[in-house]
C-alpha cells in the first residue's frame, strides 16, 4: 500500500482527496492545524476504508512548521505528499493587516515550498514518488482585491512546472491542480462569502487524483475554468482582466 501525506486535510478538497485516496487503499498521513478535527476525520477513514491513519497537529502558517511535519512524518515511509493546505484574503491590500498577508504567503508558499523540498529529496533518493500541489485558476490571473493570494498561486503553478521539468527521468512527478470555485468554507474563510457556489470539492480531488496518477504535470478542473485558463487569458488584454476580475469580486 502507498502510504501518502496530506496537509489541509479536515475539510474541502483536501478531506476529499484523503477520502479518496483512502478508497484506493491508500495509507495516510493527516496534517491540519485543528486536533479535534484531525481525530474525527481520522476515526471516520478507518471506520470507512480500514486504512491506516496517523496524524499531525501542525499549522503550516507558522515558520519552521514544515520541518516539524517532516521530522514527525520522515520515518513512515510516505511515498505521496500532497501540498493542499492554504487560505485567502479578500479586500485592500493597504488596509488589511501585514501580517495577515505574511501568514497567507508563509502558508501557501513558503511551506509548501519546503515540505515539497523535503520530501522531494526523499522521493528522489528512492527513486519514486509523487508531488500533488494544489493551485488555483488564480495562478493565470492578475487579482485586484485578492492580490497576494493570487500571486501566492502564480509562485505554486511556477515552482510546479519548473520543478517537473528538472524531474524528468527522475521517477518522481510532480503536479499541479487548478480549481476553479469550489463549494468549501475557502472563500467564506478568504472574506469573500459571495463566492461560495462552484463545483463539488469530491469532483475536484478525483481530477486532481487521476492526473497525478497519470504523471501529469498540470491540470484544471471544469470546462469553463479551462477554456479561462488556455484561451482567454492569453487573448484578453491586461488590463480588461483586472476589470472583469474586480467586477466579479463585487457581486
Not at 60 to 77: C, F, N, P, T
Not at 122 to 141: H, M, P, T, W, Y
Not at 164 to 173: D, I, P, Q, Y
Amino acid at each position: 500500500m502507498q502510504k501518502t501525506l496530506i496537509t489541509g486535510a479536515t475539510g474541502g478538497i483536501g478531506l476529499e482527496l484523503a477520502r479518496l485516496m483512502a478508497s484506493k487503499g491508500h495509507n495516510l498521513v493527516l496534517v491540519a492545524r485543528g486536533s479535534g478535527k484531525l481525530a474525527q476525520v481520522k476515526k471516520n477513514i478507518i471506520a470507512e476504508f480500514g486504512v491506516s491513519v496517523a496524524t499531525i497537529t501542525q499549522d503550516l502558517a507558522a515558520a519552521g512548521s514544515a520541518k516539524a511535519v517532516y521530522d514527525k512524518a520522515k520515518k513512515q515511509g510516505v511515498q505521496i505528499l500532497v501540498n493542499n493546505a492554504g487560505v485567502g484574503l479578500q479586500g485592500d491590500f493597504f488596509k488589511d493587516s501585514l501580517a495577515a498577508n505574511q501568514q497567507m504567503a508563509y502558508l501557501n508558499m513558503v511551506s509548501l515550498m519546503e515540505l515539497t523540498h523535503l520530501f522531494g529529496n526523499d522521493f528522489i533518493e528512492k527513486g519514486q514518488g509523487r508531488i500533488l500541489n494544489v493551485g488555483s485558476i488564480a495562478a493565470f490571473f492578475p487579482g485586484p482585491n485578492q492580490p497576494v493570494y493570487y500571486a501566492t498561486k502564480a509562485f505554486v503553478r511556477s515552482l510546479s512546472l519548473a520543478l517537473a521539468h528538472n524531474l524528468r527521468g527522475s521517477g518522481v512527478t510532480v503536479t499541479v491542480l487548478h480549481p476553479g470555485t469550489t463549494k468549501t468554507g475557502f472563500f467564506v474563510a478568504a472574506g469573500a462569502p459571495s463566492f461560495r457556489q462552484g463545483a463539488s470539492p469530491k469532483a475536484v480531488a478525483k481530477t486532481g487524483y487521476n492526473a497525478m496518477m497519470a504523471g501529469k504535470v498540470e491540470v484544471t478542473h471544469g470546462g469553463l475554468n479551462k477554456f479561462l485558463t488556455n484561451v482567454l487569458v492569453r487573448l484578453i488584454p491586461y488590463r480588461w482582466q483586472v476589470a472583469m476580475i474586480d467586477k466579479a469580486s463585487d457581486v
